[in-house]
């Protein structure tokens, strides 16, 4: 069983940045795949990033690419996603998530941390 925690968001201005780390409990995320997503108000959950466990490959939505860059600590189990130049589309409940399979299915889900990025 895998319990993923998210924390680090908040309001910032637009241009502002904000990082956001996610941290497992129970056990460890070892060899899984870990991404970030995000859900606005009435809008589709979107994927954002994610990073693999075994050679830290990263991909990156086109909308974050350049802004956002997606980590991780292996020794701590923590996946770190650093949100730089935000702007006001950014603003949405971000949720850290694990593909255990390696099946771009996500298998574990944290409860979201919000992110609102003011004009």
């Known amino acids: 069983q895998v319990q993923l925690v998210e924390s680090g968001g908040g309001l910032v201005q637009a241009g502002g940045s904000l990082r956001l780390s996610c941290a497992a409990s129970g056990r460890t995320f070892s060899g899984y795949r870990m991404g970030w997503f995000r859900q606005a108000p009435g809008k589709e959950r979107e994927l954002v990033a994610f990073i693999t466990w075994s050679n830290g490959y990263t991909y990156y939505a086109g909308s974050v690419k350049g802004r956002f860059t997606i980590s991780r600590d292996n020794a701590k189990n923590l996946v770190y996603l650093q949100m730089n130049s935000l702007k006001p589309e950014d603003t949405a409940v971000y949720y850290c998530?694990?593909?255990?399979?390696?099946?771009?299915?996500?298998?574990?889900w944290g409860q979201g941390t919000q992110v609102t990025v003011s004009s």
């Open positions: 998530a694990a593909d255990k399979e390696l099946d771009y299915e996500y298998d574990y």
